[in-house]
């Protein structure tokens, strides 16, 4: 059985595990295990245990578990509402000021959390019931905040922009560069549909509440000082000064400490809830990226992802024809996959197709994850939409994501936008770090 049956029949059995709801790191671990069995015999699996931990043994990977309990220090904390408060009291004269501190206070936590679940459900649950309550529509209230959310994973620093420059072995401080204009460019353009949204429904921008400048300013000393830890950590991290792992380490340490000293929260059990999510989803990601170093060596042992390179590269496409239908192929793998498990599972094997055929390997992991944000917002996973319905669960699940859809094709302009001017995605990193070798 040549290459190219092998893979189908991997991808099969792969799709029937996920369509089962088996774990995505035990799908690719039992499939990892299953067919170099089945074709090469038991000694095939020999060193199966040795390749699992020294996929993990990687030190930048200590970045991961640091910078989720840095998200989960901010998202167990009030810090959330007064974000969101801050900007609403900052912004109450701007017309449409209140859909525009959502949207804003979403791409600011998201860069404190790391987190899109987290960013939906902290700003949602103020900002959902504040908007319905002054007359926005269902959809726009729920659609803005669960697109909001989405900036998560591309406003650095990003767990996912993390996991990408692991598996494809590039830099993360470029990463976290590439994905900064783009992720304003995001927020700019969900503002711009929001308030466009909002007065097409025949909303009136014309209310505004009076607050006073020792309001405006009472509230500064609690939000502060977390984006002053958040612009820390990426100064130092851009500068050279210290590694991911070691700013990782840095900002951790400060965000519980500024939870602690800002919000009261010294109670043990309050630490231990910030200790044990953010271990539950360490170990997750981290079973993932060890199962799919698996999965990623077998498909190589088998040389299918070597012949799916050469008949990519052989078919002699142009190379936007190609990128159309690898944009495509994210898409559709966002709607049923997590983006951690995405990245692991693919990244590897079309970044050297990418590359070859001409495109900046930073821009297109900009391309790569502004596709993972559409999956996060798309049924049948979606996970920010259950979010939010979860929130106002009196609002239906179909509204919600008929509030979304327009928010998909933001995304989508978006990645228009950067495929006609790539330097969005480029400039900062070349002007911060000079141009990558």
């Known amino acids: 059985m040549g290459p190219g049956s092998i893979g189908l029949l991997i991808g099969l059995a792969l799709a029937v595990m996920l369509a089962l709801r088996v774990p995505v790191a035990f799908a690719l671990a039992v499939s990892a295990i299953l067919f170099p069995v089945l074709f090469k015999g038991h000694v095939a699996i020999s060193t199966l245990g040795e390749q699992f931990f020294s996929s993990l043994s990687e030190f930048t990977l200590l970045s991961i578990p640091m910078f989720i309990v840095m998200g989960a220090a901010v998202a167990a904390s009030p810090a959330g509402r007064d974000l969101y408060e801050a900007l609403d009291r900052w912004l109450n004269r701007v017309p449409g000021g209140l859909i525009i501190s959502n949207i804003g206070a979403c791409s600011i936590f998201a860069a404190l959390s790391g987190s899109s679940p987290a960013t939906c459900a902290a700003i949602g649950k103020m900002g959902i019931p504040e908007m319905r309550q002054r007359g926005f529509p269902d959809s726009v209230a729920t659609g803005a905040i669960a697109a909001g959310g989405t900036l998560g994973i591309l406003i650095p620093p990003s767990i996912t922009m993390i996991v990408y420059g692991i598996a494809t072995e590039t830099s993360i401080g ?194 790569f994850t502004i596709n993972m944000e559409i999956g996060l917002i798309t049924p049948p996973v979606g996970l920010n939409l259950y979010v939010i319905n979860g929130i106002v669960p009196e609002v239906p699940l179909s509204t919600i994501l008929k509030g979304a859809m327009p928010y998909m094709l933001c995304m989508v302009l978006a990645i228009i936008i950067l495929s006609i001017f790539p330097g969005i995605a480029t400039w900062l990193p070349e002007v911060w770090m000079g141009k990558a070798v």
């Open 174 to 367: 470029r990463l976290f560069l590439a994905g900064l204009l783009p992720g304003l460019l995001l927020t700019g353009l969900f503002m711009a549909w929001s308030l466009f949204a909002a007065w097409r429904s025949g909303y009136s921008f014309s209310e505004t509440r009076k607050v006073s400048w020792a309001e405006r300013l009472v509230i500064l000393p609690r939000v502060l000082p977390f984006l002053a830890v958040i612009v820390g950590v990426l100064w130092v991290l851009y500068g050279g000064v210290a590694t991911p792992s070691e700013a990782a380490g840095v900002g951790a340490a400060f965000c519980i400490f500024l939870a602690v000293v800002i919000y009261r929260m010294w109670h043990p059990g309050e630490l231990w809830t910030i200790l044990s999510t953010s271990m539950k989803e360490s170990v997750m990601i981290l079973m993932i990226i060890g199962c799919a170093a698996l999965f990623s060596q077998m498909l190589s042992s088998f040389y299918i992802t070597q012949t799916a390179a050469e008949t990519i590269v052989n078919a002699g496409l142009d190379k936007w024809v190609l990128m159309l239908a690898i944009n495509i192929f994210l898409l559709f793998a966002g709607f049923f996959l997590p983006p951690v498990a995405v990245i692991l599972m693919t990244a590897p094997i079309l970044l050297p197709i990418v590359t070859q055929a001409g495109f900046d390997p930073y821009w297109f992991a900009v391309i």
